[in-house]
């Protein structure tokens, strides 16, 4: 069922009035029966992967509860001494270790083994779950949050799998944790009127992202990519393309996260946010801090502390510091923490070098900025730059742009080949005229069309400037009188309708990150 669809619209519909109809204390059973429905719908075969998950990590969590209650008692007891109280910690530590251990096993080797056995294999054909990658990441940080303390493992079986297969959030995240999202699962919920309006804005916005903006800008970005060579594009042109991509996934992702955002305001419950304008961050480091935000806070929370905090990196620090002094010892263990981050990020986006080299090109402007942060003040203090300035924030914007651009010829080209083939393109020839001759009216766009997308652009960026400004747009929408108000909304469902892109040649009903 494509949450682009009238069906998914109906499915929204009735199960909302379920949900508000049934008694509270059975409106969360309510969530967990469409939320199976719902994942059902894209195939019965895909069930198996997601019962194993929540199966293993509701039973693991459990010993781990009971490891963790065990330990709290004997602490307590009489006579127990501070040497018996950390032997005591130690052994329990490392019981809880294994348990650990089994559900990364599970985990990421069920994902890997799903996601990859046929890239492998050619002959070997595995249908990929729906949000493999989402849930397994959500039912693993669960886990090591029960292993560290943190949680409480739930004891409801049922309960546990509402949380791991929420639907709004099964397509392609959030990757809100237990803490955030359990608690407003299991708890009773009035119709709020407002919260709805709200959720409904915020769909239409959805939907405008991903069939006016993101499926128009996909053909330019095809053509770019699947012709550059055929057509012998230069300069310019590839470079268009390639920033037309960054636009393109900016939208259809974040146009997601709105609509499956605006569906869980419907039902009184509110999803971490996953983006954060990051077309106006102003480094490289705050451009991922605003972009697929809990896939960072993650990858954060469960990899990159436990590694700059575990022994070896402490030694290494221990070694900066008598080879290079304090700074370096400070600076080299969290800048080697990150750069083994970015290098699993651009591995977990796919199997091949080029994503590779793409974890690789991030790592290194994000450490970069890290380890040289000292230098790049004292450069600025020297050429007297004023760093509150919108000059100079104007300039730090459009060099992150421009970083992470070139960054997308890797994670879009089919191969590194391309991508070299594609940079020395856009290098090959300054071209300036291509945008005065009518050259981007060729590009799968007739003229109306391309001057449509380029419109749509605007009003995506527009949107954001006016939230980085801190102006409510919904809350300025929700303000107005009723005839603005519906008329807005009309307008909405009429520019969805009207200027969306369907049929034959657009894919409409898929998102670039729910295949992962």
């Avoid at 070299?420 to 007739?446: C, E, K, S």
Wanted: proline letters at 2%; aromatic letters at 16%; hydrophobic letters at 50%.
């Amino acid at each position: 069922m494509s949450i682009i669809s009238l069906t998914y619209l109906i499915f929204i519909v009735i199960m909302a009035g379920l949900f508000f109809a049934v008694p509270k204390k059975f409106q969360w059973l309510v969530l967990l029966a469409a939320s199976t429905l719902f994942y059902l719908s894209a195939g019965v075969q895909c069930g198996g992967a997601i019962i194993v998950t929540i199966v293993s990590q509701y039973l693991l969590a459990l010993r781990l509860d009971q490891l963790n209650r065990a330990l709290e008692e004997r602490l307590r007891e009489e006579g127990v001494n501070g040497k018996e109280k950390a032997a005591l910690k130690r052994a329990a530590a490392s019981s809880k270790k294994k348990y650990v251990v089994c559900s990364i096993l599970i985990n990421i080797g069920l994902l890997c083994f799903v996601k990859y056995t046929g890239v492998f294999f050619e002959k070997i054909h595995i249908l990929v779950p729906l949000g493999i990658s989402f849930y397994t990441f959500k039912s693993l940080g669960y886990v090591i949050d029960v292993y560290r303390g943190k949680e409480k493992a739930e004891r409801n079986i049922l309960r546990f799998a509402l949380f791991i297969s929420y639907f709004p959030a099964i397509l392609q995240g959030p990757i809100d944790r237990y803490k955030d999202l359990a608690h407003q699962l299991y708890a009773p919920h009035f119709f709020d009127y407002r919260r709805v309006t709200f959720g409904v804005q915020r769909m239409l916005w959805g939907y405008i992202k991903k069939l006016v903006i993101a499926e128009r800008v996909a053909v330019v970005v095809n053509e770019v990519f699947d012709n550059y060579a055929v057509k012998e594009y230069q300069g310019f042109v590839v470079f268009a393309g390639v920033f037309l991509y960054g636009i393109q996934i900016y939208a259809d992702f974040s146009g997601g996260m709105d609509i499956v955002n605006g569906v869980s305001e419907i039902f009184v419950i509110t999803l971490t946010e996953n983006f954060r304008r990051p077309f106006m961050a102003r480094s490289v480091a705050e451009f991922w801090q605003r972009w697929h935000i809990t896939l960072g806070a993650w990858f954060r929370n469960y990899l990159f502390y436990p590694l700059s905090l575990s022994k070896p990196f402490h030694h290494l620090g221990k070694r900066c510091r008598k080879i290079s002094g304090d700074k370096a010892g400070k600076v080299i263990p969290p800048s080697l923490a990150s750069f083994t981050v970015f290098l699993i990020i651009g591995i977990w986006h796919g199997v091949g070098w080029k994503y590779v080299v793409y974890g690789i090109y991030q790592a290194f402007f994000v450490s970069a900025g890290t380890l040289f942060e000292d230098g790049y003040a004292k450069l600025r203090r020297l050429c007297r730059i004023d760093e509150s300035s919108r000059g100079w924030r104007t300039f730090q914007t459009f060099r992150t742009v421009l970083i992470i651009t070139a960054g997308r010829y890797f994670s879009r080209a089919v191969d590194l080949e391309q991508v070299i083939g594609m940079m020395r393109a856009t290098l090959a020839q300054f071209n300036p005229w291509v945008f005065f001759d009518g050259t981007f009216y060729r590009l799968g766009l007739n003229e109306k069309n391309f001057r449509l997308m380029l419109l749509s652009v605007v009003v995506l960026l527009g949107v954001d400037i006016l939230q980085e400004k801190n102006i409510r747009l919904r809350e300025a929408i929700a303000g107005c009188n009723i005839v603005v108000r519906w008329g807005i909304y009309y307008a909405a469902v009429l520019t969805i309708v009207i200027f969306g892109m369907y049929g034959a040649g657009y894919d409409a009903a898929g998102f670039i990150y729910q295949a992962f």
